[in-house]
């Protein structure tokens, strides 16, 4: 295997996690560009540890999200930067973010089990809506009459909102805290309202 000294190795992998556009693991790394190299996981994070801390203090910052690292604007930044987006991301309405943060605590869970947690009936659209998103999957199917999908949470829901691990969610402690949980994502414009049907 080929030598690369560690200002190369920190240059490629800079340039790789830039390229990439979302976030990129260590074993993706090893896999792809430094295949060729002879760089171990523990030469490898601690490269990746360094630029870290060499954007720090920058408007760009490497962090660490889904498991891997992204470049993305500082967070005190965002509302400096709102004016060069093109378009804006859709508001999602309380029923949907309601759900997805049924499925985020619960998972794995039935849609059953979500309208109980709920108390109104789940619409399709909305389990379609968030897995277009790529925010939730089934994983598999719970052995119980009629086997009803089992959803949960993806990388990309844990990209989108800025976690490495589900363990990065923040507490939960009553029901008025869904409202904080993804207040993100309610500075745009109202999806409409999906009617809901009380469970009796």
């Known amino acids: 295997m080929a030598q690369i000294n560690n200002l190369q190795l920190k240059q490629l992998v800079e340039a790789a996690i830039f390229v990439q556009g979302k976030a990129v693991t260590l074993k993706t790394l090893r896999e792809t560009v430094l295949a060729d190299y002879a760089v171990s996981r523990e030469r490898l994070k601690a490269v990746v540890d360094e630029l870290v801390v060499d954007y720090q203090e920058r408007g760009v910052q490497l962090v660490k999200v889904a498991g891997g690292y992204r470049f993305q604007t500082r967070d005190s ?14 508001r999602y ?23 109980a947690v709920r108390g109104v009936a ?11 998103r790529g925010w939730i999957k089934a994983v ?8 009803p999908s089992l959803y949960a949470t ?47």
């Open 93 to 115: 309405s309380r029923a949907t973010l309601e759900t997805l943060a049924v499925i985020a605590y619960r998972q794995p869970v039935t849609r059953g089990e979500i309208e």
């Open 140 to 147: 598999g199917h719970k052995e119980v009459p009629g086997r």
């Open 122 to 132: 789940v619409s399709s659209q909305i389990i379609k809506n968030l897995a277009d």
């Open 77 to 90: 930044l965002s509302i400096a930067l709102q004016s060069l987006w093109q378009e804006q991301a859709p």
């Open 154 to 200: 993806t990388a990309e829901f844990l990209g989108y909102f800025g976690l490495d691990t589900l363990r990065d969610l923040p507490p939960l402690t009553d029901a008025e805290s869904l409202d904080a949980v993804f207040s993100g994502m309610k500075n745009v414009p109202e999806e409409p309202e999906v009617s809901e049907t009380p469970l009796q």
